[in-house]
């Protein structure tokens, strides 16, 4: 009950006018990014932050959220009509959202993708409304030792259940971690990984790996596939809006299997992507129109988007009562969280009541928004797509300097920015996870610290973290799931050859 | 042309190397348990091994890969993208970033004729233009000037 009332609390908050307009402005600034290739949500919103450093943290954490919203529902519409995702959580969107939308109905599969979204995100905000606070609760008696012991069960989870080549993964975290390091250490204050160069003492921003990685990355991909835009017809037949709402609760067994699939995956670090194509083929497998999927099939949609965005919705709740972030753009925001001075965990339900609830209920507000203005505004960003790429992506190039720029206003940070870009292609191409590597740079630090302050109240023994029940049980789930690759590779060596084109196009597109 | 197996080798050569640097810059700052706890190299020189290892790993695994990466085709069409960007980014230290993004997109658009001249003249100058209203009005971000302004005096 006490949940009911902080969150009627939040509403008073997250309903004033100012933040409603902060909402209009958040989500149609997300569709905008997640309508253009080469911009997404992580980078979307790290372009934003240096923006909210003179507002209060409620109104700007209801602004980067919204327009994470607005670029998951963004993702989906070009998936739709051009077959182009717009954001790689929408991929598995494109594989029966597009076949509908040929056959002439555009408006069923959008407002299919939009119901089963609005539902997925639903579920995830509930989740969050009634586990956040009981999370946190249960952190706050959690030392440094079990603080360790959960940031590697998040790595390990990456590696376990991430999808991509495990070692490929662990590179990933790896250098994200080392990346953290470079700079001042705030435990001696010595400097470490500078290699020399003066400048690399205030170290290495996420903000910047961030533009480097998901947007020159990004574009060198999307110009190397010579994405064409093939439209079909973006009008909204609004009747049929409402009776493709309306037959959603026909398919309630895919909702509610999808939603939990991707409440899992958001909480659990595994992402929207991995989220929505696991939905896919778990759908595909269990719904009697399994043959039928890739064709336009109702469930087919329903399944990535449902599970999309719940795991989208979901991956907030790890960053605010643990301070682990369940997916990069989460990475991104936590890091805003910080700039501004919060500390992201436990201690949030304690001593900010007011940030956390007003976040939450503007989750439920934002959302509904964004449903609204994404049917609204449907034909002017499906227009946006018949600006020749030729044209968007210096423009792209340019945001992305001046993103990086801003941080620090540094100009290595723009020559950064670009070696990034090389890497993100390079990474994207070769299917190493990008998220990890985000996810490491802005919670190195703090996993580095845990470890360090457990080593001190141990005097470097590391039995501490065996010391009691909690800490052994997730030191030992975190190894597991680190094994498990290589126990599944063993089973299927065992059982010889397995279903590899899903796994092929799972890793192709992350 | 780019085979699949020398993407996959640069690429775990790339990380190793990087893997390597942190290592060596680590050993530096100390590692293993000192005096005041943990040393600060240790938790970076870690990392380091485990980038070299996994990136040892990688060159191998990768070293059986089959078929072509990145086609001839491919590799003019990231060039056409990636080499313009190079420039524009080496040029803003000097001709500050308003001057280096006008004269980029104009590059960009006129000289391969995507666009015909007055409208990639139109863009090239708006697009600075909303730079400057956006970052140094509204939001009070200085963007880099550059040497060129600073001989002229601005």
């Known amino acids: 009950m006490e949940n009911l009332q902080s969150l009627l609390h939040g509403f008073t908050i997250a309903l004033s006018l100012q933040h409603l307009a902060l909402m209009v402005v958040g989500v149609l600034l997300g569709i905008l990014v997640g309508v253009l290739p080469g911009l997404g949500a992580p980078n979307g919103v790290s372009l934003l932050l240096p923006l909210t450093f003179g507002m209060q943290p409620v109104s700007a954490i209801i602004l980067l959220s919204s327009m994470y919203w607005g670029a998951l529902f963004g993702g989906s519409v070009t998936s739709i009509l051009f077959n182009i995702p717009g954001e790689p959580s929408s991929v598995a969107t494109t594989f029966d959202g597009y076949p509908m939308a040929r056959e002439g109905r555009p408006t069923t599969a959008l407002a299919t993708a939009f119901g089963s979204a609005a539902f997925g995100a639903l579920v995830g905000v509930i989740l969050i409304t009634f586990l956040a606070s009981w999370v946190a609760q249960v952190a706050l008696a959690f030392g440094p030792a079990e603080y360790f012991a959960v940031y590697f069960l998040a790595f390990a989870s990456f590696v376990g259940m991430g999808g991509a080549a495990p070692m490929k993964t662990v590179v990933a975290l790896a250098i994200g971690f080392a990346i953290a390091a470079i700079g001042i250490d705030t435990v001696s204050g010595s400097v470490r990984l500078t290699m020399g160069i003066d400048e690399l003492v205030k170290g290495v921003s996420f903000v910047v790996a961030v533009m480097g990685l998901f947007g020159i990355g990004e574009l060198l991909i999307a110009v190397e596939e010579e994405i064409h835009a093939r439209a079909v017809s973006s009008k909204i037949d609004w009747l049929e809006v409402f009776r493709a709402v309306g037959n959603l609760p026909k398919h309630g067994t895919a909702l509610l299997r999808s939603a939990a699939i991707g409440c899992w995956m958001g909480i659990t670090p595994g992402g929207p992507t991995a989220a929505s194509f696991m939905s896919y083929g778990i759908a595909k497998r269990f719904s009697r129109q399994g043959k039928r999927f890739g064709s336009g099939e109702v469930e087919g949609i329903i399944a990535p988007e449902t599970a999309d965005h719940a795991a989208g919705t979901s991956a907030l709740l790890p960053m605010l009562s643990l301070g682990i972030p369940g997916s990069a753009t989460a990475a991104v925001m936590m890091g805003g969280l910080m700039i501004w001075g919060l500390n992201p965990g436990p201690m949030l339900f304690v001593d900010q009541k007011d940030f956390v609830w007003g976040l939450i209920a503007s989750m439920y507000v934002g959302n509904i928004v964004a449903v609204a203005l994404v049917l609204l505004t449907v034909p002017v960003f499906a227009a946006l797509m018949r600006i020749p790429f030729a044209i968007i992506a210096p423009l792209i190039v340019i945001i992305c300097a001046v993103g990086a720029y801003s941080v620090s206003n540094s100009y290595l940070d723009i020559v950064l920015m670009l070696g990034f870009g090389v890497i993100g292609y390079l990474f994207k191409k070769l299917n190493y996870p990008l998220a990890p590597l985000v996810l490491a740079i802005v919670i190195g630090d703090k996993a580095e610290d845990a470890f360090r302050q457990s080593m001190l109240m141990s005097k470097g023994s590391l039995t501490i973290f065996f010391d009691n029940r909690l800490v052994t049980s997730l030191v030992v789930a975190g190894f597991a799931l680190l094994l498990l690759p290589l126990a599944l590779q063993l089973l299927r060596l065992l059982r010889g050859g397995a279903d590899t084109r899903q796994a092929w196009v799972q890793r192709r597109w992350r | ?154």
């Open chain 2, 1 to 154: 042309m780019i085979s699949r197996r020398a993407l996959e080798a640069v690429t775990a050569v790339l990380t190793g190397s990087f893997g390597l640097a942190v290592v060596i810059s680590s050993l530096g700052n100390g590692i293993g348990w000192g005096n005041d706890g943990v040393d600060p190299g240790t938790f970076p020189f870690i990392t380091g091994v485990i980038i070299l290892a996994g990136s040892l790993y990688n060159l191998v695994r990768g070293l059986s890969g089959i078929g072509i990466a990145v086609s001839r085709d491919d590799l003019r069409r990231i060039a056409g993208l990636f080499v313009p960007a190079a420039i524009f980014v080496g040029a803003i230290p000097y001709a500050g970033m308003y001057l280096a993004s006008a004269g980029y997109i104009f590059g960009v658009l006129a000289l391969p004729k995507h666009q015909s001249l007055p409208r990639a003249l139109i863009i090239a100058l708006a697009t600075p233009l909303a730079l400057y209203i956006v970052f140094e009005r509204m939001f009070q971000v200085s963007l880099p000037h550059g040497e060129l302004a600073a001989t002229l005096g601005y």
